[in-house]
């Protein structure tokens, strides 16, 4: 490790593990230094399921070895290697054992790490220089800005909105097929006989670098909800490349068409397990929007199931995006019908003779996912009609995998 005082010390977060960071601009491995630590807090400050630590403590592992093979001074904290418990502890620490002139980090995905960074800085009497995060679509202020004088937001006028600036699947200033949405043409449900031979999708074995993590996680975190011996995640970018063409080339053309269907003991279906890996940064949504389209241009897959797996990114993907930066910290805590339930315990375990609600949450447990029609219209809509308190639903730890990833080592999800 470098003992002159560097000139920047740039944050990385362990979900901004793009080695095009707007946060290396200018990196210069003479003067600055990468900063990377793992710490309990992000696991614990809601209960994660055991296979989300591991990916986010695999995937930063396998990006630091990737910087330092640049030949860039990284300091990495590692887990169980150093005392601190939070991001604002070691960050503390380490800017009075280094003082660096300033600090660089794109502006983290949650807003409880942002504004534990931001005091940090403050406290040590450091300049925080924030920069964008260009894994999101729509430019800094755009979504704000579109919200201004509506009397409703709604997520397919946004879309369009995005649509139109990005041209993806238009023709001139129209939608591709004359039409802005294909669900009519999608939802399609299995007959009585299932949906027989999936193409699954692309595994990723654990290495020795994962392998030495999932042994950290069962150690340091043996209580937490879930299991680890189905983990087969991509956790680089050469990884979420080959799921991204596997998922392409196998399952993409009836990805509409089953979209929202269930199965019982088919996890995956035909979606394309590659939420992680964009929320991770591990792979840029316009390569993945851009690759999707080109499928159907080809001719490999039909637009309504083109249509339908890019809505999800430059949909809803930057649509809660927005919504997140627009309406937090209040977002948190808002609870428009006054639902005061407790949240049952069987959320946690899976054990209940509800029949979708077990098969919802035994799979997420198994494998760390579940898709968007589990969560929302299973788990999350018994929550609703049961009244449950929101904040209890976004606590649970299920919930805490690679389906829906918010809290600190996170940015908002899409559902693809």
Same mark, same amino acid.
């Given at each position: 490790?470098?003992?002159?005082?560097?000139?920047?010390?740039?944050?990385?977060?362990?979900?901004?593990?793009?080695?095009?960071?707007?946060?290396?601009?200018?990196?210069?491995?003479?003067?600055?230094?990468?900063?990377?630590?793992?710490?309990?807090?992000?696991?614990?400050?809601?209960?994660?399921?055991?296979? +989300?630590?591991?990916?986010?403590?695999?995937?930063?592992?396998?990006?630091?070895?990737?910087?330092?093979?640049?030949?860039?001074?990284?300091?990495?904290?590692?887990?169980?290697?150093?005392?601190? %418990?939070?991001?604002?502890?070691?960050?503390?620490?380490?800017?009075?054992?280094?003082?660096?002139?300033?600090? %660089?980090?794109? =502006?983290?995905?949650?807003?409880? %790490?942002?504004?534990?960074?931001?005091?940090?800085?403050?406290?040590?009497?450091?300049?925080?220089?924030? =920069?964008?995060? +260009?894994?999101?679509?729509?430019?800094?202020?755009?979504?704000?800005?579109?919200?201004?004088?509506?009397?409703?937001?709604?997520?397919?006028?946004?879309?369009?909105?995005?649509?139109?600036?990005?041209?993806?699947?238009?023709?001139?200033?129209?939608?591709?097929?004359?039409?802005?949405?294909?669900?009519?043409?999608?939802?399609?449900?299995?007959?009585?006989?299932?949906?027989?031979?999936?193409?699954?999708?692309?595994?990723?074995?654990?290495?020795?670098?994962?392998?030495?993590?999932?042994?950290?996680?069962?150690?340091?975190?043996?209580?937490?909800?879930?299991?680890?011996?189905?983990?087969?995640?991509?956790?680089?970018?050469?990884?979420?490349?080959?799921?991204?063409?596997?998922?392409?080339?196998?399952?993409?053309?009836?990805?509409?068409?089953?979209?929202?269907?269930?199965?019982?003991?088919?996890?995956?279906?035909?979606?394309? =397990?590659?939420?992680?890996?964009?929320?991770?940064?591990?792979?840029?949504?316009?390569?993945?929007?851009?690759?999707?389209?080109?499928?159907?241009?080809?001719?490999?897959?039909?637009?309504?199931?083109?249509?339908?797996?890019? =809505?999800?990114?430059?949909?809803?993907?930057?649509?809660?995006?927005?919504?997140?930066?627009?309406?937090?910290?209040?977002?948190?805590?808002?609870?428009?019908?006054?639902?005061?339930?407790?949240?049952?315990?069987?959320?946690?375990?899976?054990?209940?003779?509800?029949?979708?609600?077990?098969?919802?949450?035994?799979?997420?447990?198994?494998?760390?996912?579940?898709?968007?029609?589990?969560?929302?219209?299973?788990?999350?809509?018994?929550?609703?009609?049961?009244?449950?308190?929101? +904040?209890?639903?976004?606590?649970?730890?299920?919930?805490?995998?690679?389906?829906?990833?918010?809290?600190?080592?996170?940015?908002?999800?899409?559902?693809?």
């Amino acid at each position: 490790m470098p003992q002159t005082q560097p000139r920047h010390l740039v944050i990385i977060l362990g979900d901004q593990l793009d080695p095009a960071s707007a946060a290396l601009d200018g990196f210069d491995p003479a003067q600055d230094r990468l900063w990377m630590a793992e710490v309990p807090e992000e696991a614990t400050h809601v209960w994660s399921h055991k296979a +989300r630590i591991a990916l986010f403590l695999a995937a930063m592992r396998h990006f630091a070895e990737a910087l330092r093979a640049r030949g860039w001074p990284v300091e990495y904290l590692r887990l169980g290697e150093h005392p601190h %418990v939070s991001l604002a502890e070691a960050l503390g620490h380490s800017l009075a054992q280094a003082r660096p002139q300033g600090l %660089v980090m794109v =502006r983290a995905g949650d807003w409880r %790490v942002q504004q534990s960074i931001e005091a940090v800085a403050r406290a040590a009497g450091v300049a925080l220089e924030v =920069r964008a995060d +260009r894994h999101f679509i729509a430019p800094p202020g755009a979504f704000a800005d579109w919200v201004h004088g509506r009397r409703e937001l709604r997520l397919e006028y946004w879309y369009r909105e995005l649509r139109r600036q990005t041209g993806l699947l238009m023709a001139g200033d129209q939608p591709a097929g004359g039409r802005w949405n294909f669900d009519a043409d999608n939802r399609k449900a299995f007959g009585p006989a299932g949906p027989g031979d999936v193409p699954r999708p692309r595994g990723f074995p654990p290495d020795a670098v994962t392998t030495e993590v999932l042994r950290l996680v069962e150690r340091q975190f043996p209580h937490h909800p879930g299991r680890l011996d189905r983990f087969d995640w991509p956790l680089t970018p050469a990884q979420a490349r080959q799921a991204l063409d596997d998922f392409i080339e196998h399952r993409l053309p009836r990805f509409g068409d089953y979209q929202d269907a269930m199965w019982t003991g088919e996890p995956w279906l035909y979606h394309s =397990r590659l939420s992680a890996a964009l929320n991770l940064k591990l792979i840029d949504p316009m390569t993945v929007c851009r690759t999707a389209e080109a499928a159907w241009r080809s001719g490999h897959a039909p637009l309504a199931a083109v249509e339908g797996f890019i =809505r999800q990114i430059l949909g809803w993907r930057e649509y809660v995006h927005g919504l997140y930066w627009l309406w937090m910290p209040e977002w948190l805590s808002w609870n428009a019908l006054d639902a005061q339930a407790d949240l049952p315990a069987f959320y946690w375990t899976g054990d209940t003779d509800m029949a979708c609600l077990c098969a919802a949450i035994g799979q997420t447990l198994d494998y760390g996912y579940a898709h968007h029609i589990q969560r929302l219209m299973v788990t999350g809509l018994y929550a609703l009609l049961a009244g449950v308190e929101p +904040r209890q639903v976004h606590a649970c730890g299920i919930w805490r995998s690679m389906s829906m990833p918010w809290s600190g080592w996170s940015c908002p999800t899409c559902w693809a």
